[in-house]
């Protein structure tokens, strides 16, 4: 069985830094895509980066600058490394992983999602 555990969420002010962390389980994930993806109040859920076996990666517009992903294969974990956090930048943040080798930024390509964690950021 598949399970994502978000970890390292909370309550900071803006500009202040938070990284979490998806320790992942049940099968071997180093060769396929993992990520984050964020869903504001009254908002839809939305790519926030993902980053593939080698460590290629890509990030929405809005995060690039700003934030930083990675992973330990061996480990089977993926970080957010978030810098310079904004008012907008608080949500419900997910893990999420995909059966292919293949970078996507469309939640409907993942198979698997962690239940999320509150990122709230006050300005």
């Known amino acids: 069985q598949v399970q994502l555990v978000e970890s390292g969420g909370g309550l900071v002010q803006a500009g202040d830094s938070l990284t979490l962390s998806c320790a992942a389980s049940g099968r071997t994930f180093s060769t396929y895509v993992m990520g984050w993806f964020r869903q504001a109040p009254g908002k839809e859920r939305e790519f926030v980066a993902v980053i593939d076996w080698s460590g290629a990666a890509t990030y929405s517009d809005s995060v690039k600058a700003r934030f930083s992903i990675s992973r330990v294969n061996a480990k089977n974990t993926v970080w957010l490394q978030m810098n310079s956090l904004k008012p907008e930048d608080t949500a419900v943040y997910y893990c999420?992983?995909?059966?292919?080798?293949?970078?996507?930024?469309?939640?409907?390509?993942?198979?698997?999602w962690g239940p999320g964690i509150q990122v709230t950021v006050s300005s």
């Open positions: 999420t992983t995909r059966s292919s080798t293949i970078l996507s930024r469309r939640d409907y390509d993942y198979d698997y």
